[in-house]
Protein backbone atom coordinates (compact mmCIF):
# COMPACT_ATOMS: atom_id res chain seq x y z
CA UNK A 1 0.00 0.00 0.00
CA UNK A 2 3.03 1.94 0.97
CA UNK A 3 4.23 1.90 -2.91
CA UNK A 4 0.71 3.06 -3.77
CA UNK A 5 0.53 5.66 -1.65
CA UNK A 6 3.62 7.00 -2.78
CA UNK A 7 2.95 6.46 -6.75
CA UNK A 8 -0.42 8.80 -5.83
CA UNK A 9 1.35 11.50 -3.86
CA UNK A 10 3.22 12.18 -6.59
CA UNK A 11 0.29 12.72 -9.10
CA UNK A 12 -0.98 15.76 -7.10
CA UNK A 13 -3.44 17.71 -8.87
CA UNK A 14 -3.80 15.75 -11.52
CA UNK A 15 -7.66 14.39 -12.07
CA UNK A 16 -7.97 11.10 -10.08
CA UNK A 17 -11.71 10.64 -10.65
CA UNK A 18 -14.27 11.73 -12.89
CA UNK A 19 -18.20 11.15 -11.60
CA UNK A 20 -20.71 13.29 -13.57
CA UNK A 21 -20.03 16.90 -12.63
CA UNK A 22 -17.56 16.41 -10.52
CA UNK A 23 -14.24 15.25 -10.65
CA UNK A 24 -11.28 15.04 -7.36
CA UNK A 25 -7.55 15.13 -7.85
CA UNK A 26 -5.17 12.91 -6.20
CA UNK A 27 -4.34 14.89 -3.25
CA UNK A 28 -7.71 15.24 -2.64
CA UNK A 29 -8.45 11.56 -2.71
CA UNK A 30 -5.36 10.51 -0.34
CA UNK A 31 -7.16 13.38 2.43
CA UNK A 32 -10.09 11.69 1.86
CA UNK A 33 -8.36 8.25 2.46
CA UNK A 34 -6.96 9.65 5.50
CA UNK A 35 -10.66 11.03 6.34
CA UNK A 36 -11.81 7.17 6.18
CA UNK A 37 -8.61 5.87 7.89
CA UNK A 38 -9.92 7.38 10.91
CA UNK A 39 -13.84 6.91 10.70
CA UNK A 40 -12.94 2.97 10.35
CA UNK A 41 -9.99 2.91 13.14
CA UNK A 42 -12.83 4.70 15.56
CA UNK A 43 -15.60 1.79 14.64
CA UNK A 44 -13.69 -0.66 15.45
CA UNK A 45 -11.61 -1.79 11.97
CA UNK A 46 -8.38 -3.16 12.28
CA UNK A 47 -6.00 -5.23 11.15
CA UNK A 48 -7.79 -8.14 9.85
CA UNK A 49 -11.16 -6.76 10.09
CA UNK A 50 -13.52 -8.52 7.91
CA UNK A 51 -15.70 -5.47 6.39
CA UNK A 52 -18.28 -5.58 4.08
CA UNK A 53 -18.09 -2.59 1.60
CA UNK A 54 -21.47 -1.20 -0.65
CA UNK A 55 -20.48 1.55 -3.02
CA UNK A 56 -19.39 1.79 -6.18
CA UNK A 57 -16.00 3.74 -8.09
CA UNK A 58 -17.26 7.42 -6.33
CA UNK A 59 -14.26 8.77 -4.96
CA UNK A 60 -16.11 7.97 -0.79
CA UNK A 61 -16.37 4.58 -2.32
CA UNK A 62 -12.36 4.65 -4.01
CA UNK A 63 -11.14 6.80 -0.63
CA UNK A 64 -12.75 4.10 1.68
CA UNK A 65 -11.24 0.76 -0.05
CA UNK A 66 -8.08 2.53 -0.32
CA UNK A 67 -8.60 3.14 3.51
CA UNK A 68 -9.52 -0.43 4.32
CA UNK A 69 -6.51 -1.18 2.22
CA UNK A 70 -4.14 0.97 4.89
CA UNK A 71 -5.54 -0.64 7.67
CA UNK A 72 -4.86 -3.57 6.49
CA UNK A 73 -8.29 -4.98 6.69
CA UNK A 74 -10.01 -7.42 4.57
CA UNK A 75 -12.60 -6.04 1.98
CA UNK A 76 -15.64 -7.62 0.90
CA UNK A 77 -16.41 -4.96 -1.66
CA UNK A 78 -20.14 -5.53 -2.83
CA UNK A 79 -22.46 -4.29 -5.71
CA UNK A 80 -25.73 -3.29 -5.56
CA UNK A 81 -27.49 -6.70 -4.77
CA UNK A 82 -31.14 -8.40 -4.20
CA UNK A 83 -31.38 -8.72 -0.55
CA UNK A 84 -31.28 -12.57 -0.33
CA UNK A 85 -28.06 -11.97 -2.10
CA UNK A 86 -27.08 -9.70 -0.17
CA UNK A 87 -27.17 -11.31 3.44
CA UNK A 88 -25.44 -14.30 1.41
CA UNK A 89 -22.66 -12.94 0.72
CA UNK A 90 -22.07 -11.24 4.35
CA UNK A 91 -22.49 -14.72 5.95
CA UNK A 92 -20.65 -16.73 3.52
CA UNK A 93 -17.90 -14.16 4.54
CA UNK A 94 -18.66 -13.51 7.87
CA UNK A 95 -18.60 -9.93 7.52
CA UNK A 96 -17.65 -8.12 11.06
CA UNK A 97 -18.56 -4.42 9.96
CA UNK A 98 -20.38 -3.43 7.06
CA UNK A 99 -20.80 0.09 5.69
CA UNK A 100 -23.31 1.21 2.98
CA UNK A 101 -21.96 4.09 1.01
CA UNK A 102 -25.39 4.34 -0.85
CA UNK A 103 -27.37 4.79 2.58
CA UNK A 104 -28.39 9.08 3.22
CA UNK A 105 -26.02 8.58 5.77
CA UNK A 106 -23.38 6.05 5.81
CA UNK A 107 -21.81 4.43 9.18
CA UNK A 108 -19.52 1.11 9.96
CA UNK A 109 -21.66 -0.93 11.79
CA UNK A 110 -20.65 -4.01 13.72
CA UNK A 111 -22.65 -7.85 12.46
CA UNK A 112 -22.10 -9.29 15.54
CA UNK A 113 -20.13 -12.15 13.40
CA UNK A 114 -16.82 -13.20 13.63
CA UNK A 115 -14.66 -14.27 11.13
CA UNK A 116 -12.07 -16.85 12.07
CA UNK A 117 -11.54 -18.95 9.01
CA UNK A 118 -8.47 -20.16 8.21
CA UNK A 119 -7.96 -18.03 5.44
CA UNK A 120 -8.52 -15.23 7.09
CA UNK A 121 -5.74 -16.62 9.44
CA UNK A 122 -3.22 -16.55 6.39
CA UNK A 123 -3.78 -12.94 5.53
CA UNK A 124 -3.51 -12.13 9.58
CA UNK A 125 -0.53 -13.65 9.46
CA UNK A 126 0.77 -12.00 6.37
CA UNK A 127 0.48 -9.18 7.68
CA UNK A 128 -1.65 -7.72 4.29
CA UNK A 129 -4.89 -6.67 3.34
CA UNK A 130 -7.22 -9.04 1.59
CA UNK A 131 -9.85 -8.89 -0.89
CA UNK A 132 -13.43 -11.58 -0.83
CA UNK A 133 -14.50 -11.60 -4.25
CA UNK A 134 -17.75 -13.60 -5.37
CA UNK A 135 -18.58 -15.45 -8.40
CA UNK A 136 -21.86 -14.36 -10.35
CA UNK A 137 -23.12 -17.26 -9.25
CA UNK A 138 -25.54 -17.64 -12.51
CA UNK A 139 -25.51 -21.55 -12.33
CA UNK A 140 -25.63 -22.28 -8.72
CA UNK A 141 -24.26 -20.81 -5.27
CA UNK A 142 -21.59 -17.78 -5.29
CA UNK A 143 -18.09 -18.84 -4.99
CA UNK A 144 -16.01 -16.90 -2.24
CA UNK A 145 -12.66 -16.35 -3.36
CA UNK A 146 -10.13 -15.09 -0.76
CA UNK A 147 -7.26 -13.05 -2.48
CA UNK A 148 -4.25 -10.88 -1.53
CA UNK A 149 -4.86 -7.32 -2.42
CA UNK A 150 -1.67 -6.17 -1.91
CA UNK A 151 -0.36 -8.91 -4.15
CA UNK A 152 -2.98 -7.62 -6.73
CA UNK A 153 -1.53 -4.15 -6.64
CA UNK A 154 1.77 -4.86 -6.49
CA UNK A 155 1.74 -5.97 -10.17
CA UNK A 156 1.24 -2.17 -11.32
CA UNK A 157 3.32 -0.48 -9.00
CA UNK A 158 6.96 0.29 -10.74
CA UNK A 159 5.45 -0.36 -14.60
CA UNK A 160 5.82 2.67 -16.94
CA UNK A 161 2.41 3.50 -18.40
CA UNK A 162 1.56 6.56 -19.40
CA UNK A 163 -1.69 8.01 -17.61
CA UNK A 164 -5.12 7.84 -19.71
CA UNK A 165 -8.60 8.25 -19.15
CA UNK A 166 -10.11 4.91 -18.14
CA UNK A 167 -13.79 3.83 -17.72
CA UNK A 168 -14.78 1.73 -14.99
CA UNK A 169 -17.63 -0.18 -16.24
CA UNK A 170 -17.08 -3.33 -14.90
CA UNK A 171 -18.68 -3.39 -11.36
CA UNK A 172 -16.84 -2.65 -8.24
CA UNK A 173 -17.19 -6.47 -6.55
CA UNK A 174 -15.40 -7.80 -9.90
CA UNK A 175 -11.60 -8.66 -10.48
CA UNK A 176 -11.61 -7.07 -13.70
CA UNK A 177 -13.24 -4.00 -12.20
CA UNK A 178 -10.49 -3.69 -9.18
CA UNK A 179 -7.80 -4.17 -11.76
CA UNK A 180 -8.78 -1.35 -14.12
CA UNK A 181 -9.44 0.92 -10.57
CA UNK A 182 -5.71 0.18 -9.52
CA UNK A 183 -4.00 0.06 -13.01
CA UNK A 184 -5.26 3.37 -12.85
CA UNK A 185 -4.32 4.57 -9.46
CA UNK A 186 -0.82 3.64 -10.13
CA UNK A 187 0.08 5.23 -13.31
CA UNK A 188 -1.60 8.95 -12.59
CA UNK A 189 -4.84 7.62 -15.01
CA UNK A 190 -8.25 9.43 -15.01
CA UNK A 191 -10.76 7.30 -13.52
CA UNK A 192 -14.51 8.22 -15.42
CA UNK A 193 -17.59 6.71 -14.05
CA UNK A 194 -20.67 6.11 -15.80
CA UNK A 195 -24.19 6.79 -14.20
CA UNK A 196 -25.86 3.63 -15.69
CA UNK A 197 -24.52 0.58 -18.26
CA UNK A 198 -26.67 1.56 -20.81
CA UNK A 199 -25.53 1.44 -24.71
CA UNK A 200 -26.08 5.45 -24.27
CA UNK A 201 -25.16 6.38 -21.19
CA UNK A 202 -21.67 4.66 -21.39
CA UNK A 203 -20.86 6.25 -25.28
CA UNK A 204 -22.05 9.21 -24.13
CA UNK A 205 -19.60 9.25 -21.14
CA UNK A 206 -16.85 8.45 -23.48
CA UNK A 207 -18.01 11.32 -25.69
CA UNK A 208 -18.41 13.92 -23.29
CA UNK A 209 -15.45 13.05 -21.05
CA UNK A 210 -13.04 11.57 -23.55
CA UNK A 211 -12.48 8.32 -22.51
CA UNK A 212 -9.19 6.67 -23.75
CA UNK A 213 -9.94 3.12 -22.36
CA UNK A 214 -12.93 1.07 -22.25
CA UNK A 215 -12.75 -2.48 -20.77
CA UNK A 216 -16.39 -4.11 -21.25
CA UNK A 217 -17.83 -7.56 -22.05
CA UNK A 218 -18.75 -8.91 -25.58
CA UNK A 219 -22.40 -9.18 -24.39
CA UNK A 220 -22.52 -5.09 -24.08
CA UNK A 221 -20.48 -4.73 -27.50
CA UNK A 222 -22.89 -6.94 -29.16
CA UNK A 223 -25.97 -4.41 -27.94
CA UNK A 224 -24.17 -1.55 -29.25
CA UNK A 225 -23.40 -2.62 -32.39
CA UNK A 226 -27.15 -4.59 -33.16
CA UNK A 227 -28.36 -0.97 -31.77
CA UNK A 228 -26.07 1.22 -34.00
CA UNK A 229 -25.16 2.91 -31.06
CA UNK A 230 -21.97 3.27 -32.09
CA UNK A 231 -22.38 5.79 -35.09
CA UNK A 232 -24.21 7.88 -32.72
CA UNK A 233 -21.83 9.38 -30.57
CA UNK A 234 -18.61 11.12 -31.02
CA UNK A 235 -16.09 8.26 -29.97
CA UNK A 236 -12.58 9.81 -31.88
CA UNK A 237 -10.83 9.20 -27.97
CA UNK A 238 -11.06 5.57 -27.86
CA UNK A 239 -7.95 4.00 -28.15
CA UNK A 240 -8.57 0.75 -26.81
CA UNK A 241 -11.38 -1.07 -26.13
CA UNK A 242 -10.91 -4.27 -23.66
CA UNK A 243 -13.18 -7.24 -23.71
CA UNK A 244 -12.96 -10.35 -21.66
CA UNK A 245 -15.62 -12.44 -18.71
CA UNK A 246 -17.16 -14.42 -21.36
CA UNK A 247 -16.41 -15.13 -25.19
CA UNK A 248 -16.49 -13.26 -27.72
CA UNK A 249 -18.63 -13.75 -30.44
CA UNK A 250 -16.67 -13.90 -33.74
CA UNK A 251 -19.09 -11.65 -35.83
CA UNK A 252 -19.64 -9.37 -33.05
CA UNK A 253 -15.72 -9.00 -33.18
CA UNK A 254 -15.60 -8.38 -36.87
CA UNK A 255 -18.00 -5.81 -36.83
CA UNK A 256 -16.78 -3.80 -33.98
CA UNK A 257 -13.55 -3.88 -36.24
CA UNK A 258 -15.27 -2.28 -39.44
CA UNK A 259 -17.07 0.48 -37.01
CA UNK A 260 -14.08 1.21 -34.87
CA UNK A 261 -10.88 0.78 -37.29
CA UNK A 262 -8.74 2.77 -35.31
CA UNK A 263 -9.16 1.48 -31.58
CA UNK A 264 -7.16 -1.45 -30.74
CA UNK A 265 -9.25 -4.43 -29.92
CA UNK A 266 -7.91 -6.14 -26.87
CA UNK A 267 -8.71 -9.65 -25.32
CA UNK A 268 -8.34 -10.25 -21.78
CA UNK A 269 -8.37 -13.07 -19.76
CA UNK A 270 -8.54 -13.31 -15.43
CA UNK A 271 -10.46 -15.22 -13.18
CA UNK A 272 -12.00 -13.88 -9.50
CA UNK A 273 -9.29 -17.04 -8.66
CA UNK A 274 -6.11 -15.99 -10.35
CA UNK A 275 -6.39 -12.47 -10.93
CA UNK A 276 -5.87 -10.92 -14.82
CA UNK A 277 -3.25 -12.04 -16.95
CA UNK A 278 -1.25 -10.16 -19.55
CA UNK A 279 -2.36 -10.76 -23.17
CA UNK A 280 -1.61 -10.08 -26.88
CA UNK A 281 -4.28 -10.46 -29.41
CA UNK A 282 -3.39 -11.47 -32.88
CA UNK A 283 -4.98 -8.68 -34.07
CA UNK A 284 -7.84 -6.46 -33.73
CA UNK A 285 -10.33 -8.90 -35.26
CA UNK A 286 -8.99 -12.16 -33.85
CA UNK A 287 -10.17 -14.48 -31.39
CA UNK A 288 -6.61 -15.50 -30.83
CA UNK A 289 -4.79 -14.53 -28.00
CA UNK A 290 -1.32 -14.73 -26.47
CA UNK A 291 -1.30 -15.50 -22.66
CA UNK A 292 1.24 -15.32 -19.85
CA UNK A 293 3.47 -12.20 -18.35
CA UNK A 294 5.29 -12.14 -15.40
CA UNK A 295 3.92 -14.05 -12.91
CA UNK A 296 1.93 -16.25 -15.12
CA UNK A 297 1.76 -19.45 -16.82
CA UNK A 298 -0.64 -22.02 -18.84
CA UNK A 299 -0.78 -25.18 -20.04
CA UNK A 300 -3.48 -27.17 -21.98
CA UNK A 301 -4.75 -30.49 -20.48
CA UNK A 302 -7.44 -32.41 -22.79
CA UNK A 303 -8.46 -28.87 -23.95
CA UNK A 304 -8.65 -27.51 -20.51
CA UNK A 305 -6.55 -24.74 -20.15
CA UNK A 306 -4.93 -24.72 -16.61
CA UNK A 307 -3.05 -21.37 -15.20
CA UNK A 308 -0.23 -20.71 -12.58
CA UNK A 309 -0.32 -16.96 -11.34
CA UNK A 310 1.58 -15.43 -8.79
CA UNK A 311 -1.33 -13.69 -7.70
CA UNK A 312 -3.82 -16.70 -7.38
CA UNK A 313 -6.45 -16.89 -4.46
CA UNK A 314 -5.43 -18.18 -1.21
CA UNK A 315 -8.69 -19.99 -1.79
CA UNK A 316 -12.62 -20.48 -1.07
CA UNK A 317 -14.57 -19.80 1.79
CA UNK A 318 -16.94 -22.27 0.79
CA UNK A 319 -16.42 -24.28 -1.58
CA UNK A 320 -13.50 -26.95 -2.17
CA UNK A 321 -10.42 -25.98 -4.36
CA UNK A 322 -7.46 -28.05 -5.45
CA UNK A 323 -4.38 -26.47 -7.54
CA UNK A 324 -2.03 -29.72 -9.31
CA UNK A 325 1.44 -30.20 -7.70
CA UNK A 326 2.83 -27.64 -10.12
CA UNK A 327 0.22 -24.80 -8.02
CA UNK A 328 -1.85 -24.48 -11.23
CA UNK A 329 -5.53 -24.34 -11.15
CA UNK A 330 -8.22 -25.96 -13.62
CA UNK A 331 -10.13 -23.13 -15.28
CA UNK A 332 -12.75 -25.18 -17.07
CA UNK A 333 -12.08 -22.97 -19.73
CA UNK A 334 -11.83 -25.12 -23.00
CA UNK A 335 -9.33 -23.69 -25.51
CA UNK A 336 -7.82 -23.86 -29.20
CA UNK A 337 -4.11 -24.24 -29.61
CA UNK A 338 -2.10 -22.42 -31.98
CA UNK A 339 1.75 -22.04 -31.58
CA UNK A 340 1.99 -19.66 -28.65
CA UNK A 341 -1.67 -18.73 -29.59
CA UNK A 342 -4.83 -19.85 -27.41
CA UNK A 343 -8.75 -19.22 -28.27
CA UNK A 344 -11.24 -19.27 -25.43
CA UNK A 345 -14.13 -21.72 -26.24
CA UNK A 346 -15.93 -21.70 -23.74
CA UNK A 347 -16.53 -23.28 -19.84
CA UNK A 348 -17.01 -26.88 -20.42
CA UNK A 349 -19.66 -26.78 -18.20
CA UNK A 350 -21.37 -25.00 -21.11
CA UNK A 351 -20.55 -27.28 -23.87
CA UNK A 352 -23.70 -28.91 -25.69
CA UNK A 353 -22.58 -32.93 -26.45
CA UNK A 354 -25.08 -34.02 -29.05
CA UNK A 355 -24.65 -37.47 -29.75
CA UNK A 356 -21.41 -37.10 -28.45
CA UNK A 357 -20.68 -34.21 -30.91
CA UNK A 358 -19.40 -31.01 -28.90
CA UNK A 359 -21.55 -27.81 -29.62
CA UNK A 360 -19.73 -24.45 -28.61
CA UNK A 361 -22.70 -22.23 -27.78
CA UNK A 362 -20.82 -18.89 -28.70
CA UNK A 363 -19.96 -20.69 -32.46
CA UNK A 364 -23.80 -20.84 -32.64
CA UNK A 365 -24.49 -17.78 -31.18
CA UNK A 366 -22.32 -16.02 -33.59
CA UNK A 367 -24.08 -17.44 -36.81
CA UNK A 368 -27.28 -15.71 -35.44
CA UNK A 369 -25.90 -13.13 -34.70
CA UNK A 370 -25.75 -12.52 -38.54
CA UNK A 371 -29.28 -12.92 -38.91
CA UNK A 372 -31.08 -9.47 -39.63
CA UNK A 373 -33.35 -8.04 -37.02
CA UNK A 374 -31.48 -10.10 -34.06
CA UNK A 375 -31.13 -7.92 -31.31
CA UNK A 376 -29.60 -10.68 -29.05
CA UNK A 377 -28.76 -14.69 -28.36
CA UNK A 378 -28.39 -17.23 -26.31
CA UNK A 379 -27.39 -20.98 -26.85
CA UNK A 380 -27.57 -23.72 -24.65
CA UNK A 381 -28.19 -27.34 -24.37
CA UNK A 382 -31.96 -28.99 -24.35
CA UNK A 383 -32.09 -32.52 -22.89
CA UNK A 384 -33.07 -35.15 -24.99
CA UNK A 385 -33.81 -39.09 -24.74
CA UNK A 386 -32.29 -40.06 -27.84
CA UNK A 387 -29.19 -37.36 -28.48
CA UNK A 388 -28.24 -36.74 -24.80
CA UNK A 389 -28.77 -33.44 -25.72
CA UNK A 390 -29.77 -30.76 -28.88
CA UNK A 391 -28.87 -27.37 -29.38
CA UNK A 392 -31.96 -24.65 -28.42
CA UNK A 393 -31.63 -20.82 -29.08
CA UNK A 394 -33.43 -17.86 -26.97
CA UNK A 395 -33.39 -15.15 -29.56
CA UNK A 396 -34.36 -11.36 -28.75
CA UNK A 397 -35.55 -9.30 -31.89
CA UNK A 398 -35.22 -5.79 -32.81
CA UNK A 399 -38.33 -4.08 -31.77
CA UNK A 400 -41.04 -4.63 -34.26
CA UNK A 401 -39.81 -7.57 -36.41
CA UNK A 402 -42.40 -10.44 -36.33
CA UNK A 403 -41.69 -13.56 -34.06
CA UNK A 404 -43.10 -16.10 -36.63
CA UNK A 405 -40.66 -14.76 -39.80
CA UNK A 406 -37.39 -14.77 -37.36
CA UNK A 407 -37.45 -17.98 -36.56
CA UNK A 408 -37.59 -19.39 -40.07
CA UNK A 409 -34.87 -16.50 -41.00
CA UNK A 410 -32.96 -17.74 -37.72
CA UNK A 411 -33.42 -21.53 -38.40
CA UNK A 412 -32.72 -21.24 -42.45
CA UNK A 413 -29.65 -19.45 -41.54
CA UNK A 414 -27.96 -21.62 -39.67
CA UNK A 415 -29.25 -24.52 -41.58
CA UNK A 416 -26.90 -23.12 -44.74
CA UNK A 417 -24.08 -22.30 -42.23
CA UNK A 418 -23.84 -25.07 -39.55
CA UNK A 419 -23.37 -28.81 -39.97
CA UNK A 420 -27.08 -30.47 -39.16
CA UNK A 421 -26.12 -31.35 -35.21
CA UNK A 422 -25.42 -27.74 -34.44
CA UNK A 423 -28.99 -26.36 -36.08
CA UNK A 424 -31.16 -25.67 -32.84
CA UNK A 425 -34.29 -27.54 -32.64
CA UNK A 426 -35.76 -24.76 -31.42
CA UNK A 427 -35.46 -20.90 -31.90
CA UNK A 428 -37.86 -19.32 -28.91
CA UNK A 429 -38.16 -15.82 -29.65
CA UNK A 430 -38.17 -13.28 -25.81
CA UNK A 431 -38.28 -9.83 -25.45
CA UNK A 432 -36.54 -10.42 -22.17
CA UNK A 433 -32.42 -9.60 -21.36
CA UNK A 434 -30.16 -12.37 -22.09
CA UNK A 435 -27.01 -10.38 -19.73
CA UNK A 436 -26.53 -10.27 -16.13
CA UNK A 437 -26.01 -6.87 -14.17
CA UNK A 438 -22.23 -7.78 -14.68
CA UNK A 439 -23.09 -8.06 -18.82
CA UNK A 440 -22.44 -11.71 -19.25
CA UNK A 441 -24.64 -14.11 -20.57
CA UNK A 442 -27.02 -15.64 -18.50
CA UNK A 443 -27.15 -19.15 -19.53
CA UNK A 444 -28.74 -20.89 -16.31
Known amino acids: MQALKEAMSSFGNSQAIV ?17 WV ?50 EFLQVSSAEHVVDLHASTPATTPTGQRADHELYARLRELESAGLVLFSSGTTGRSKASVLNLESLVEAHIGERKRPRRTMTFLNFDHIGGVNTLMHALAHGGTVITTPRRTPDDVL ?51 KLHEELPNVQLKQTYGLSE ?51 EDG ?28 GLKVYPNEVESVILEVPNVADVTVFGRKNPVTGQVVQARVKPVDGNAATDLE ?34 ARA
Open 408 to 441: KAVLKHCGDRLEDYKVPVRVEISEEAHHSNRFKK
Open 204 to 254: RTVQETQVQVLPTTPTFLTMCLIGQKLRDYDLSSLQVITYGTEPMPEQTLK
Open 274 to 324: LGIMSTKSRSDDSLWVKLGGAGFDYKVIDGLLWVKSDKAMLGYLNAAYSFD
Open 19 to 35: SGNSDITYEKLLSEQAL
Open 328 to 355: YFNTQDQVEVDGEYVKILGRRSELINVA
Open 38 to 87: DRFTQAGVSRGSVTALQADYSAEGVAALLALMELKAICVPLSPLPEAKRQ
